[in-house]
């Protein structure tokens, strides 16, 4: 996979992305998406994972406002047709390490306890995240908000 600036253009194939994964609810696809829209404002970047020239996965990051040099990883999702062939740990590894180049601390991941995300966890536990707070009840009862983080710095 090769990664790459987003520009506009790759919004509908954004879109099909997040709804492909079918674990995001629609009212979570159209933040992501709000998300994306307001991209240029500087808050969020963006880093594409591209099959030739086809969008297969994406991630979003920022900084954590009021914090000392710590990320958010805001969203990631990688089409399911190409998941479990790595292109996720690509793709999540050169966001640390273009967050490591500049300074940062901490990156945060955040999921749901729902079954549907197993997978995610375990993507996270297996990328070196610790799961350091939960939730309970945060998203919808019996629904928790899972708290990773890895820190970057040495
Ligand atoms: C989480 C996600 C980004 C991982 O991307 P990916 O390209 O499949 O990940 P990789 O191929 O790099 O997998 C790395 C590891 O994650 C774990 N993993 C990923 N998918 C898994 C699955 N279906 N079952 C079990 N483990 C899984 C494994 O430990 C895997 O390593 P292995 O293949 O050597 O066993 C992808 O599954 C996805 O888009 N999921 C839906 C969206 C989502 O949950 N995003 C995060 C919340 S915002």
Redesign the pocket.
């Known amino acids: 996979m090769r990664l790459g600036a987003l520009q506009r253009i790759h919004r509908g194939r954004l879109r099909e992305i997040l709804d492909a ?1 079918a ?2 609810r629609p009212d979570e696809v159209t933040v992501a998406l709000e998300v994306f829209d307001d991209a240029l404002t500087g808050d969020y970047e963006f880093l594409g994972g591209f099959d030739n020239d086809d969008l297969i ?1 994406y991630a979003c990051f920022g900084a954590t406002p009021g914090t000392d040099r710590t990320f958010d990883l805001y ?4 089409h399911p047709s ?9 793709l999540l590894g050169e966001v640390e390490q273009r967050l490591r180049e500049r300074g940062a601390r901490l990156l945060i ?3 749901s306890s729902r079954a549907d ?4 966890r ?2 996270y536990l ?2 070196g995240y610790q799961e350091v707070a939960r939730m309970r009840d945060y998203y919808a009862v019996g629904d928790d908000r899972v708290i990773y983080t890895k820190a970057l710095a040495p």
């Open positions: 994964t674990v995001f996965a969203w990631i999702a990688v190409a998941q479990r062939h790595g292109d996720g740990s690509q991941a955040e999921t995300y197993d997978a995610t375990r993507f297996a990328r």
